[in-house]
């Protein structure tokens, strides 16, 4: 479906709804708001538009379904498969200045936002009432794009995604109406679920403008350990044997060799270069950590762990989690002029080792640079694959490789994307996943965005 470009009266009329100072079509703003982190290329859009409340958001969405502009939400443009590049042109609704927390209801373990907030912030408001949501994707990342793709973190094994903790929602339709969707309540069998419909939807069926958020305590206590093993199979085999005996990990990450050394050579981490699993656990107090422990440290040697670093302070621990959070961005700094595919796929816990090890063997067939990683106790795999953008033979060898991997993963039951979401970046896929369901995908868009405009091009392939 073609987009015309906004026009230049239209965007006066955005002026004159949202007022001047929430509009800009300066050609900054436009490049700002053309690229995410991904290799996929950029593409402007005609304007970008700062809505400050709900009702701005209702005008500009109702003149673009008046007009058929194209309409891209955009929070922190952190995605990695092209999640919120207007590929179409048109207006960006920029949520960054919608970022209020409206309440905190601290005996329900409940909040509302709105959703411009970057979870960051949210974490240090809610610190003081001994609450927080736990998903975390790492980034600078704001509650709206999580909700739009879904987003995870490092403690999904024990918190479940963003999906998971997304109790109702405010959100504008294609045609401007305003919808509340789900209740406060913690469960529900009433109507169909429309807000686990929207979460990981990319706004391509919707925009969120305000989101209760489930929360949760902050643990008593924390137990973080770095394990270092010959071999990431011996790695990968412990994760798993933790997942199956019910060990409970709040976070359980896996690094190779080449990673950690990325990240030694960009932050000067000193640690061993082997393959590596970050681990932490929450528990009631000591005691109750001592003994879950205990088990836990009986996996580590069964699988051959080389060195096990525990009773490691809280400084440390933010210093551990910020280096393999910034594992990425390590990589991309180490290595400039370089662009990085990142492949996401997700398994079943059981199939995660068989599906690193093919990965392994898919990278070095190509020859290409492959950095693993990944929330291991998820079954989510992060393979980097290091690319000169301007060779296109190096191009498409790492789609080979990530081509093979996601096939693999999908014939193993799982998915193409764990929580980077399809983006531009997976729309070839998405068939070999979805099967006839993608025909139903299409219909719940032609309902819910029978003009095409909710940021066009992504999450289904041109049909
Ligand atoms: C270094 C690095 C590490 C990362 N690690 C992780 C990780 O561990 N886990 C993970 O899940 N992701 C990770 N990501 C990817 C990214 O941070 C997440 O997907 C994040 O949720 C994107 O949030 P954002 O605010 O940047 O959203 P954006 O990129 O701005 O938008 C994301 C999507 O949501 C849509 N959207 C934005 N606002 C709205 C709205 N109001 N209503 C409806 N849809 C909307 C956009 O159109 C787009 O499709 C990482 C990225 C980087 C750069």
């Known amino acids: 479906m073609a987009h015309p470009p906004v026009t230049p009266e239209d965007v006066q009329r955005l002026k004159t709804m949202i007022g001047p100072d929430h509009v800009s079509t300066g050609p900054s703003n436009l490049d700002l708001h053309s690229r995410d982190e991904s290799y996929h290329p950029p593409r402007r859009p005609d304007v970008v538009v700062w809505p400050q409340c709900t009702e701005h958001v209702v005008a500009a969405v109702r003149l673009a379904a008046d007009k058929g502009y194209a309409v891209t939400p955009w929070c922190a443009g952190t995605s990695l498969e092209g999640n919120p590049i207007p590929v179409a042109g048109g207006i960006v609704l920029d949520f960054t200045e919608m970022n209020r927390v409206l309440e905190i209801r ?57 999906r998971d903790c997304v109790l109702g929602l405010e959100v504008v339709t294609a045609d401007g109406q305003v919808l509340r969707l789900g209740s406060r309540a913690i469960k529900s069998s009433s109507g169909y679920d429309l807000v686990r419909l929207l979460v990981g939807s990319e706004g391509t069926l919707g925009i969120v403008t305000r989101a209760t958020l489930r929360l949760r305590g902050l643990p008593p206590e924390v137990l973080t350990v770095v394990a270092t093993f010959p071999t990431v199979a011996a790695a990968c085999a412990a994760v798993g044997d933790m997942i199956r005996y019910g060990l409970n990990p709040a976070a359980l990450e896996l690094m190779d060799a080449a990673v950690v050394a990325e990240i030694n050579r960009d932050r000067d981490m000193g640690l061993d270069e082997k393959p590596m699993l970050f681990l ?11 003994s879950q422990y205990e088990m836990v440290a009986g996996v580590l040697d069964e699988h051959g762990a080389v060195r096990v670093d525990r009773g490691i302070g809280a400084e440390e621990r933010t210093r551990l989690w910020e280096a393999r959070h910034g594992a ?39 020859g290409v640079t492959g950095f693993f990683w990944g929330h291991a ?22 789609q080979r490789v990530n081509r093979s991997v996601v096939a693999h993963a999908i014939a193993a039951g799982g998915t193409c994307t764990g929580e980077h979401g399809v983006g531009v970046g997976k729309l070839g896929f998405v068939e070999a996943e979805h099967g006839p369901a993608l025909e139903v995908m299409r219909r719940i868009k032609a309902a819910l965005d029978p003009g095409g405009i909710l940021n066009p091009g992504k999450m289904l392939p041109p049909g």
């Open 280 to 290: 932490e656990f929450h528990n009631v107090n000591d005691a109750a950590l001592e």
């Open 328 to 366: 990425l961005e390590s990589i991309k700094r180490n290595h400039p002029g370089r662009s990085v595919l990142l492949v996401d796929a997700c398994v079943p816990i059981s199939r995660y080792a068989d599906m690193v090890d093919r990965a392994k063997a898919a990278v070095a067939a190509e």
């Open 106 to 162: 601290p005996d329900d373990l409940q909040v509302d936002v709105e959703v411009g907030i970057q979870y960051r912030e949210l974490n240090d408001q809610l610190r003081r009432h001994g609450l927080f949501f736990p998903p975390d994707p790492g980034a600078w990342a704001c509650l709206g794009g999580m909700i739009g793709n879904n987003a995870s973190g490092v403690r999904t094994v024990a918190y479940g995604a963003t």
């Open 377 to 398: 106790g998820d079954g989510n795999l992060h393979l980097g694959l290091l690319f000169d953008p301007a060779d296109a033979g190096a191009r498409d060898a790492v």
